[in-house]
């Protein structure tokens, strides 16, 4: 199929896309990387009035470090999670997971936030922004404010972002110091979308203590789930049958949905397995210093 008739706007400026946002309303679509737009597009499942094109607006385009964390702007390519060295030594989980996402074509015009944006439950940068805590700051002529992740992802395809709204930037805290991160996922084909996937932050404290150690799963459901290690055993240390146990009850709090590539039997199972295998793996990483 081909896409509806639509007009297309491209701003030079922030304050001149919240004006089109303002004018136009839920009849209006943003586009930064259009890998998850065209589809829906070329489907019909999305009909806007109007495209509004953000390549155009300075600044977007760029990260920063600054005390609170890493800024990535709402022009950041997935392909920088792969090819800038400074980005990835600042979100190590984020680099491991990009390397799932579709393929090199698609990583190079996609963006960092605009997947998010997307808010697809099985998607990877979804699972690393409930995991890491990540906020999202978003501006209208009402004001700006800023949303956790928590907050922003709704349901599937559904998120906090009002109709007259521009997701400006997506900020993550800096790594933990001495902790591992990774990631894993299980998908029919490389590329394709997870059936499950699992990211895992392990932390120890002065007595060895992993209470801030954390797991979050995608594609189990209409949103990414979070799971803290503290919360199943409080002041527990590493010992080799604490990871197992923490991630059959994980997958038996879980209740994914099944369809036509994986039942929730299946799904289960996938998670009990990459829980344990993704935390033993960050686990050797808080030991040996590799991220």
């Excluded at 805590?133 to 002529?141: E, I, K, P, T």
């Excluded at 709704?154 to 902790?179: F, I, N, Q, Y």
């Excluded at 799904?267 to 829980?275: D, E, F, I, P």
Aim: proline share 5%.
């Amino acid at each position: 199929m081909k896409p509806a008739p639509f007009s297309y706007a491209a701003p030079h400026s922030v304050e001149e896309c919240l004006d089109l946002l303002s004018r136009y309303g839920t009849d209006a679509k943003l586009m930064a990387g259009g890998q998850s737009l065209m589809p829906l597009l070329s489907l019909r499942m999305a009909r806007p009035s109007v495209i509004i094109d953000i390549n155009r607006i300075p600044g977007l385009d760029a990260w920063e470090v600054t005390g609170e964390g890493v800024r990535i702007g709402a022009r950041v390519r997935q392909r920088s999670l792969e090819r800038d060295r400074a980005l990835r030594a600042e979100i190590p989980l984020m680099a491991e997971a990009v390397q799932f996402i579709g393929h090199p074509a698609t990583r190079s015009r996609g963006t960092i936030v605009g997947s998010m944006c997307h808010a697809d439950p099985a998607a990877e940068l979804q699972v690393c922004a409930i995991l890491l805590g990540a906020a999202f700051r978003l501006r209208s002529h009402s004001g700006d404010r800023v949303v956790s992740a928590e907050e922003f992802f709704l349901d599937a395809l559904t998120t906090a972002v009002g109709e007259e709204e521009l997701v400006e930037e997506v900020r993550l805290p800096l790594p933990v110091v001495g902790a591992g991160y990774s990631f894993s996922e299980v998908s029919r084909r490389h590329g394709d979308f997870a059936m499950v996937s699992v990211g895992c932050i392990v932390t120890r404290d002065a007595q060895g203590r992993l209470d801030e150690s954390a797991v979050a799963l995608g594609g189990i459901g209409s949103r990414a789930q979070r799971f803290r290690l503290g919360d199943y055993a409080p002041g527990a240390t590493a010992v080799p049958a604490l990871f197992a146990d923490f991630a059959r009850h994980v997958a038996e709090t879980i209740e994914p949905d099944a369809d036509l590539h994986a039942s929730t039997e299946y799904r289960r199972a996938l998670a009990a397995h990459l829980v344990q295998q993704g935390l033993d793996v960050a686990a050797s990483r808080t030991e040996s210093g590799a991220q």
